[in-house]
């Protein structure tokens, strides 16, 4: 399928292996032709890119059941080949097949607010006209002769039809809109924050603690949200301190830590999500950030404005499902662990991760009940806490679990060394330690003392922890999209919407009298995402489900 601007746009059948398998058809109406080839045979249509060409179809009413999405494929995919960060576009991908220039990829729109030049979104891009329909399937039969060659070509098809998926899904979940209540959300901030300051500084409460901070350290003014203003004043004080991060204020002795910390995580819900977010977000009772699918290099989503991904717990007393419907929240626990039980083949840490408890589990199999040190031990060889108290737990983790412990390691040294490590399904990592998991190259040691490494010898240790966590989190990401993937089809039909996912939690909107039967669709498709990953595992991913009328109090 291509668009051509406006509302037409162009068809054409393809085979299993992605040649014609009839002649281009041009069609007025993209939007009606599709639906009219979703009612008869529900294809697998094959875009471009789903972000540019869905919200139209969706604005028209029109819902597709599965996709391809070149883009995102083709992303993948140059990841795979180690070539991580280059263009991906259909233009990208057309050029470097018939070896013509590559050109770079546009810059991504900006974040438009609901209401705020919303029909943007849905206008064709400007500029000259992009790759036509040839262009397009010859790059998908090129994608799947490409995926065909990978090491586990279907785990990478799985991959793909998830990282598809998610991008049908992210724009539903924009249109539909987490359910908000703005009355509630004034209320909370009010609570909180007391009132707005009529000039348009600090709310009132801000003000008080700004007022007390200084009063602490014994000056008549101080800006409480600069942090080289605090540590000049700690300096003053005789505390040194190397930050004004929460974890390192927490550990020195001054009446002003305490108002700090109120006083930092007050003005983080002012800036983040007090009256002017609530203004440019929340419209008509919805609040409607516009989600990135893959935004993050280990898979995990991203969103494009709205802070969507980081709404605090007491704002969260603002998710209030509409009368007589309820919110059905989920919340995949100890996902990470349980993923590198499945991955590693390790056959008494996959018994383990049979039990409800992961780490009870282990507690009783290897740390003679101690489920506290059994945790640090596990999260430690995930996360390469490989100092202090970690040390005795990561040894007999080492001793009893030796199978998942190299797993974790082999990725690890491939990572220092410079290689490439991929997730169960392919995703690859990138080239240099970018994005989560990089503690930086500073001469602090994350693991406690001082790094006499050479510059060179920090970066190749930064790297191996990147690599050693992406193994596991970017399969945690694929076990969350194939769930919320098989999600939307077990709902598809029903007057359930998916309005929310973070990471390992999703939530949906749904009829109370249809509640019970989503919270068990919700299940099943659990079941099915770690069936489809990692076949016939004794590890189990239970779910805490919640239904309730208000996010905040979901388990």
Known sequence: MAGEGGSGGVLQALDAAGHPAGPPETVADLPAAVAARERADRPRWVWASGAALYPELLRAGVRVDRCHDVELTEALLLGHAGRWGEPRSLAAAWARLTGAPVPADPPPRPPAPPGVGQAALFDPPSGPPGPGIEALTRVYADQLARIADTAHPGRFRLLVAAESAGALIGVEMGAAGLPWRADVHDQILAELLGEPSPVGGPPRRLAELAARIADAFGVRQLHADSPAELLRAFARAGVEVPNTRAWVLRGVDHPAVPLVLEYKELYRIWTAHGWAWRDQWVRAGRFQPEYVPGGVVSGRWATRGGGALQIPKVIRRAVVADPGWRLVVADAGQLEPRVLAAVSGDARLAAAGGAGDLYAALAQDAFGGDRARAKVALLGAMYGQTGGAAVPALAVLKRSYPTAFGYVEAAARTGEAGGLVRSWLGRTCPPGTVGFGDPGDGASDPD??????????????????????????????????????????????????????????VVVHAPAAQADDVAASVTRSGERASALLFGDTPVRFPLDLSVVDCYADAA
């Not at 596991?472 to 969350?480: D, G, P, R, S």
Request: no cysteine.
């Open 448 to 505: 406690g003392g001082f790094d006499t490494q050479s510059p060179g010898a920090r970066a190749a240790r930064s790297r191996g922890r990147f690599t050693r966590n992406f193994v596991i989190q970017a399969t945690a990401a694929e076990w969350a999209s194939t769930l919320l993937a098989t999600l939307r089809g077990e709902l598809a039909g029903s007057d359930a919407e998916l309005v929310f996912f973070q990471h390992d939690e």
